[in-house]
C-alpha cells in the first residue's frame, strides 16, 4: 500500500511542477505569436487529449516529465514560416526558455506564501541560540575538544544566531576546515575543524547537536524494545541513571554497552516508569550491523504554529526561498569542487518516497516539500547543460555575442551531447536510489 500511496504522491507532485513549468513556456510562446504544435504531460505514446487549433493537449504514457512542442525549435527544422521558434528573434526565444524555470521559482514562493497564511510551522529549537547539548563520541567536533554547553558564536567569522544558521553553513561543508568560534565559561574560544561528509547523504556533519528531549515511536516486533515493554510516545528521561540530553546520544550510548543490559526511564502519561533493555546485534533497513533496541527514536521539541498576515507571509516566503536557493548554489558549487558527494541526489524513486511520506504526514508537509521540489527544478533547469532551457538559454547568448547562428550540424551535437548527459544522470539517480533502499549486510 505503501509503494502505490508513493506512486499517486509522486504523480501529483510531479504533475503540478512539470504542468507550471510547461506553461511558463507554453503563455511566453503564446505571447510571442510562435505556433505550439503540442502540450504534453510525460513522454511516449499519447493516452488520451485533445487538440485546439495547431496545439495537440495530451497526456502521454510516462508521467516523468513532459514537454511543449513549438514549430521550427529542433535544428534543422525549416525556419520560413514567421510564426515558427527559430524565425523569432533571439530575445524573444531566450524569454520563451526563461519562462518555464521562472514559472517553477513563483510556484515556490506562492506555495509558501499560502502555506504560511493558514499553517506557519516551525521547529522551536532551530530558532534558538546555538549551545550544544551533545557531543558525538569519536566526531570531529569531540575530536577538536568542544563540550555540551559550548555556544556557537561564529562559523568562518560568519556569526551564527540560531541552530538553522549553524546547519546551513554546516551541511554545505564536507572536506572543508570550519574556523569555529564558541563562548566556553565567558571566554571565547577557536577551534579548526576538518568537517566529514555524512556516509549516507554525503553532506557535512561536524557532530554536534541541540539539547532536545527524546521519544519513542514504533517498535521492531520481536526486538528488546518491544518485549520490554516500551510504548510508542514514551519519553526517554534516565540510561543507565543519565539524563539524556538529545535523541542523537542514545545510539551512541547503546553502542557503549554492547550486549549489556541498560536501565532506562520513562514517562508515560504522568508516570515514571523503569524499564530494563538489553540491545541485541543486528541489522535495520539499510544500515549495516550495530548493537539496536528496536525502537523509532524521534525528537521531542516544541514546534510553533501560527497564521501569518499576507505580507508576512510574503516576507517568510522570500526569506525561505532565499535560503533554499542559497543552499542549492552551495551544493551545486560543492559537487564542481567535489567536495560534496552526489549520491545525495534523489532520483524518481527517492522523489516519490519523499512524496508519499510527506502526504502521510499532512498537506502541511507536502506543499512545503513541493516548493522545495519546485524551486530546486527552476535552478536546475537554468543550468548552461544542453537539452535544458538553461543551455538554449546559453546558446543563444552565444550567438547574440558572434551575431550569427551556430551551424545546424554544431547544434545538432550538442542536444546529442547533452541528451546523453542526462540519461547518464538519470541512470545516475536511479542507481542511487535503489542503493539507498537496498539492505546492507
Request: charge should be negative; hydrophobic fraction near 45%.
Amino acid at each position: 500500500m505503501g509503494a502505490i500511496e508513493n506512486f499517486i504522491a509522486f504523480v501529483f507532485v510531479l504533475g503540478v511542477m512539470v504542468l507550471i513549468h510547461e506553461l511558463g513556456h507554453f503563455w511566453a510562446a503564446r505571447y510571442f505569436k510562435v505556433r505550439v504544435l503540442a502540450f504534453a504531460f510525460g513522454f511516449g505514446p499519447r493516452l488520451f487529449g485533445f487538440k485546439r487549433g495547431d496545439t495537440d493537449y495530451k497526456v502521454c504514457l510516462f508521467p516523468l516529465g513532459g514537454f511543449v512542442k513549438m514549430a521550427g525549435e529542433n535544428p534543422g527544422e525549416p525556419s520560413s514560416d514567421p510564426d515558427e521558434f527559430a524565425a523569432k528573434p533571439r530575445w524573444q526565444r531566450i524569454i520563451i526558455a526563461l519562462m518555464g524555470p521562472i514559472f517553477n521559482v513563483i510556484l515556490a514562493f506562492v506555495l509558501l506564501v499560502g502555506l504560511f497564511m493558514f499553517h506557519y510551522e516551525r521547529s522551536a529549537i532551530q530558532f534558538e541560540p546555538p549551545v550544544v547539548g551533545y557531543v558525538a563520541i569519536d566526531s570531529a567536533a569531540s575530536r577538536a575538544g568542544m563540550l555540551e554547553g559550548d555556544l556557537i558564536v561564529a562559523l568562518d567569522g560568519e556569526p551564527v544566531p540560531d541552530w538553522e544558521s549553524v546547519r546551513l553553513i554546516e551541511i554545505t561543508a564536507p572536506h572543508e576546515v570550519l574556523e569555529v568560534t564558541v563562548v566556553r565559561d565567558s571566554k571565547e574560544r577557536n577551534f579548526s575543524i576538518p568537517i566529514p561528509p555524512d556516509e549516507k547523504t554525503g553532506i557535512g556533519r561536524a557532530g554536534w547537536y541541540e539539547s532536545t528531549g527524546v521519544r519513542f515511536g514504533k517498535t521492531t516486533p520481536g526486538l528488546p524494545a518491544e518485549t520490554a515493554g516500551i510504548q510508542q510516545g514514551d519519553l526517554l528521561l534516565t540510561f543507565n541513571g543519565d539524563p539524556v540530553t538529545s535523541w542523537r546520544e542514545v545510539p551512541d550510548l547503546i553502542q557503549q554497552i554492547g550486549g549489556g543490559p541498560a536501565q532506562i526511564e520513562v514517562r508515560r502519561g504522568d508516570q515514571v516508569i523503569p524499564i530494563e533493555v538489553t540491545p541485541v546485534y543486528n541489522s535495520a533497513g539499510t544500515t549495516p550491523p550495530a548493537w539496536r533496541i528496536g525502537v523509532e527514536l524521534i525528537p521531542d521539541v516544541n514546534t510553533i504554529t501560527t497564521q501569518l498576515s499576507l505580507v508576512d507571509a510574503v516576507i517568510q516566503s522570500y526569506e525561505q526561498n532565499r535560503k533554499n536557493a542559497k543552499l542549492i548554489f552551495a551544493f551545486l558549487e560543492g559537487l564542481l569542487e567535489q567536495r560534496m558527494s552526489p549520491k545525495s541526489l534523489e532520483g524518481p524513486i527517492g522523489i516519490a518516497r519523499l512524496s508519499g511520506e510527506a502526504a502521510r504526514a499532512g498537506t502541511p508537509y507536502l506543499v512545503s516539500m513541493m516548493a522545495a521540489i519546485s524551486l530546486n527544478l527552476g535552478i536546475f533547469n537554468l543550468l548552461p547543460i544542453p537539452i535544458l532551457d538553461g543551455g538554449m538559454i546559453a546558446v543563444l547568448l552565444l550567438e547574440s555575442m558572434i551575431r550569427r547562428d551556430l551551424s545546424t550540424v554544431v547544434k545538432e551535437r550538442v542536444s546529442q551531447v547533452g541528451l546523453v548527459m542526462l540519461m547518464l544522470l538519470f541512470g545516475f539517480v536511479i542507481y542511487n536510489d535503489i542503493l539507498k533502499i537496498l539492505p546492507v549486510n
